[in-house]
C-alpha cells in the first residue's frame, strides 16, 4: 500500500484529531475482555448495518416456511436475549440452498441461508451458527477491521511527519516496514483472532440460551464433513482457522463453558432437528 498523497499542511491538521481519536478507541470485546482498537462510532456502525440489510432484503429471495422461520426466530430470540443487548433483532432466512452461510450486520439483523441448515441440523446447531455470527457483531469486528484499515493508511502519513527529521533512507526503510507490518503483521492475524473470539463468544451465548454446547463440536466437524470434496470451502469456512485449529479451540474452551450451561436453570438439550426447508 503505498502512503496517500498529502502535503504537510494536511498532515499537520490530520495530526491533532487523529491524535485524540485514538485516545478515544480504546474498547472491549464482551467475554474475552479483549482490548480493541475502534474509531467508527456505534452509532454509524448501526446506520451502515441497517442500510445494508435493506439492500439484502430488497435483493434476496426471502423463505417463507413456516416451520422453519418459527424455529430459526425461537433460537435466535435466545440467542439475543442471552447477549443482554437490546437491539431491534430480526432474523430472516434467504433461499440458497447452495450457500452454507449465515451473518450478522450491525444493529441485530440476522441472515441464515437455507443452505447451512442440514449442516446445523437441529437447534444446537443452529444456536452454535447464530451465536459465532451474533458473537462478530456484539464484538464489533467489522468495525475493528475497519478502524485497523483505517489506521494503516493513515498511519503511514503520521509515521513520516514523526519521523521527517531523520536519515530519509532510514525512513524509507521504517515505512516499508511498517507498510508490511501493517499487511501482514496486524490484519491478517486479526481476523483469525476474531474467528476464535467469535467462536468463543458464541458457546458463551449458546449455553447461556440453554443449549448444549457441545454440540458446536459436532456442528464444525459437519461442516468440515460438508466442505470435503467442494473445490472451494464454504463462505463460513474461508475465514481461515484451520478446522483443527477452531476444532482444538472449542475443545479447550468447552469446561469454561459447560458449568455456564450445567448451571443454566433452562436446558433444552439439542432442541428439535430442523425441518428440510420448503421454501415457497
Ligand atoms: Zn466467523
Redesign the pocket.
Known sequence: MSPPRLNYATCRLLFLPLFFLFLAACATAPVTGRKQFIIIDPQTELRLGLEASREILKKEKICRDPELNAIVKRVGERIARATGKNLPWEFWVIDKPKVINAFCLPGGKVFVYTGIIPVAKNEAGLAAVLG?EIG?AIARHGAERLSLGLAAAFGEVLLAEVLDLKDPETRKIFLTAYGLGATVGVILPYSRKQ?LE?DHIGLYLMARAGYDPREALRFWQRMRAAARGKPRPPAFLS?HPTDEARIAAIKRLLPEILPVYENNPHRYGLGENLPAPHCR
Open positions: 459465532h462478530h474467528e467469535a475465514t
